[in-house]
């Protein structure tokens, strides 16, 4: 079965410092693999999403996340944080389906807080 | 370019009750996805529809159904409401199954 792993439930980091939130999938094909954020009492933003190709894909807000085959993850990264990435991110593989996918499987999700 | 839009933006039922949520897809997506967002038990997929048929449910009870519209548009009906049902409900669209999903703000359902 598909699953999600983001192992950082909290993570605090001071502005101006760089970023990286921890995500590992469970599935056997590649996988397609996003990044969402949402703010406080808002929906789901996409932030990247890697279907095939360079596996170092570049999204908004200056972020980027490496797909790794070997080793099952899909890490988020950012070099310089802003007080406005403070939020909740959620890691999600999409579940195959008829040469698509029919639904995501979503990380428990990490939220990050930023130190002015 | 108007995204995914969603209402109402909260809605409060009374246990027992039924609850209608309603979701308008990007203009040219024809699937639409409902997802439960529950204080603990984070993000879980409800629904699929695709072309007017529904393609997929998680696991969740029979009261929780929907449909999709001529138009894309869809709602989502959750019948006999109990207290645990109260999450925030996510619609998401895509143009195809091998593009990304697209959210809206959300509806806040309370069960009181």
């Known amino acids: 079965a598909q699953s999600v792993t983001q192992p950082d439930i909290h993570i605090t980091v001071s502005e101006g410092a760089s970023l990286e939130l921890r995500c590992n999938y469970s599935y056997g094909a590649t996988p397609y693999l996003f990044w969402y954020v949402q703010s406080p009492g808002q929906g789901l933003q996409l932030l990247l999403k890697?279907?095939?190709?360079?596996?170092l894909v570049q999204g908004i807000k200056g972020f980027e996340a490496e797909f790794k085959r070997s080793q099952s993850s899909f890490n988020l990264r950012k070099p310089s944080v802003h007080w406005s990435d403070a939020a909740e991110y959620f890691c999600?593989?999409?579940?195959?389906?008829?040469?698509?996918?029919?639904?995501?499987?979503f990380g428990a999700g990490t939220r990050l807080a930023v130190h002015p | 370019e108007a995204g995914v839009t969603q209402s109402p933006t909260h809605l409060i039922k009374t246990r027992g009750q039924q609850a209608t949520l309603r979701c308008s897809p990007i203009s040219g997506h024809t699937s639409v996805y409902w997802y439960q967002q529950a204080l603990g038990l984070g993000l879980q997929f409800l629904l699929w529809y695709d072309e007017g048929e529904e393609r997929n449910r998680g696991n969740f009870p029979p009261r929780f159904s929907g449909r999709q519209f001529p138009n894309y548009s869809s709602e989502l009906n959750v019948n006999a409401l109990e207290l645990e049902d109260s999450a925030l409900y996510l619609c998401?669209?895509?143009?195809?199954?091998?593009?990304?999903?697209?959210f809206g703000q959300g509806t806040r359902l309370t069960v009181v």
């Open positions: 998401a669209s895509s143009l195809a199954r091998d593009t990304e999903a697209f």
């Open positions: 890697y279907f095939s190709g360079d596996t």
């Open positions: 999600a593989v999409g579940y195959l389906f008829s040469g698509g996918y029919n639904k995501l499987i």
